[in-house]
């Protein structure tokens, strides 16, 4: 909806409109009816001049943006210094860093000669969207997000459940870019660059049923096919009546034109999921033969359906419940690796954003010192490899094993906590001794109690 003050009014809006000789009295009405509502829902009126103010906003994402295109002009990275960045954050997933930096490097040179020369633009050019797969919380989202850091783009992460075919239920496609434009504090120019990370983007397949769901599985994927290429979207939902009325406002009162529609052209997509299913076809359709390079059917052998999945093909795919013309958008496809209880111990110790240095943040924040010797550190490993939810599952041993210490220590004066594979082994007692008592605080909690015994055996992988 958009307001055009000098259209000519239509009967029933004459009275409406013969109440408001001017645009300022309309804005003054409007900041009377909305009042600290209409703030809260970021639709302000603001007492001094509101020209002045979206002036100044207008002027402060010009000059973000100019400085992003310059930054963008210069775009000289090597896929080897993208691989070098993300190693200092993820552990493994070789093959998914090396062919990410690949589709990066050349997806923001393709940006930059368009930028230098408009010719360049209207060559053909098939983007390079990413399609990774694998396990739970094994840095699929981590990877992008550090990538979008590295670069500078705006980026936004999005579940392909929340959307359907028509957006009554549900979000509409289109509102994957708004949310984008969102990320980029609302400039729109700045958007067009950007990144978004679809998750969960095997939950959109249809199952052979044809039921339910599945059905507007297929409509989102048609709907996200355009996406993903090229299409013009509306910066602003019809039904957001804020963000409408703040442009008209704006544009009304002589502020700068904004950008109406945001063309998906240059936006880098890249979805993601864990594909339970895909290794069944994959195994099917290549039998119990060997597939390729000695790679031998055993149930011993490591990360088996990493193999499989690195064979996956777009017929597999399609079997899956993809439609051929929307995986064909995804052309670039790599699968990530499972983690093991040694991968897990290495995120601890070397990952720069490692939990661990998360926990010695916590504590530092009472003034408390906490470390845990290596002992301790590969008993957490193992225990979190059990859990099968990738490095989320360090977090999980983590909080258990030292929440009645977050909680107690605090009020003490001790001044430092060690973790060590004794302290493991009874951590309530370990903390009573820390403390200096006889028996254990009162608040233990029975999580708390015996973290070693929800030890299963550690299945080689
Ligand atoms: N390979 C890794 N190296 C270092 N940290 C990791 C790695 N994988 C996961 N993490 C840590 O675990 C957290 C969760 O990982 P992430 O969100 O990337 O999982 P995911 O693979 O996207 O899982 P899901 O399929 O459930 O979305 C990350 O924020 C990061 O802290
Ligand atoms: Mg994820």
Redesign the pocket.
Known sequence: MFFDFDRKPSDSEDKWKSSFSSFEELKKHLGDVFGSAGSKLGFVFPAGNVEEKEAEGDNAKEKEFAEFIKKIKGFNMKPREIRDFLDR?????SEAKKVLSVAICDHYNHVRRCLLDEESSQIEYNKQNVLLL?P????????IKNIAKLIGVPFVKVDATKFSETGYVGNDVDDMIRDLIKAANGNVKLAQYGIVFI?EIDKIAMSSSFEGRDISGRGVQINLLKLMEESEVNAYAQSDMISQLRVAMSFASGGMEQKQSINTKHILFIA?G?FDRLVDIVKTRVGNKSIGFNFKLSPNDKDEAYEYLKKVSTTDFIKYGFEPEFIGRLPVRVA?EA?NAEDLKN?LVS?E?S?LKQYVEDFAGYKIKFNADDGALTEIAKLAADEKT???GLLTILEKLLRDSKFELPSTNIKSIRVTKNFMADPAKALSNLMGKESRPKTMTPAANGVKKTTKKTKKT
């Open positions: 954050f993820v552990i493994k997933q694998g739970t919380g094994v840095g699929k989202t981590y990877l998750d993601s864990a990530c983690l995120i990952s954003g939990i990738g490095a989320r």
